[in-house]
């Protein structure tokens, strides 16, 4: 006799040992589609074309600037180091070392630069 949900109250398993419920198969089963989902479209699916939201705000800041931006103008806007990677390895910006003197002390600075293939993916977008 069935228990609740299709199971099998106190079987025995081939071993002797007792089993306090085992599931059927038919229970886990999908339920057989209607004809009105059958024919239902699917959903749509929106690609995404163009750069992605951070690339792109990465890019607009970029833009914006004749000069490019440093490494940590970049990171203080919340970019990531991997993005600044990502971008400059899709050719969309370029980074150049820059000797620079602040406080007395020579440090280098990357500086990001958008390309032009950079600038014609925003005007893509």
Avoid: W
């Amino acid at each position: 006799m069935a228990g609740r949900f299709g199971m099998r109250p106190n079987s025995r398993s081939r071993d002797g040992n007792s089993i306090h419920r085992t599931a059927r198969r038919d229970i886990f089963e999908p339920p057989a589609r209607s004809r009105a989902t059958t024919n239902a479209m699917p959903p749509s699916h929106r690609r995404r074309h163009g750069p992605k939201p951070d690339r792109r705000r990465a890019l607009e800041l970029l833009a914006g600037s004749g000069d490019g931006y440093t490494e940590a103008l970049m990171l203080a806007h919340g970019f990531t180091v991997e993005l600044m990677v990502d971008l400059c390895i899709a050719d969309l910006a370029i980074a150049r070392v820059e000797r620079m003197v602040a406080d007395g002390r020579t440090v280098e600075v990357v500086r990001l630069t958008i390309t032009d293939a950079g600038r014609q993916a925003l005007a893509e977008a």
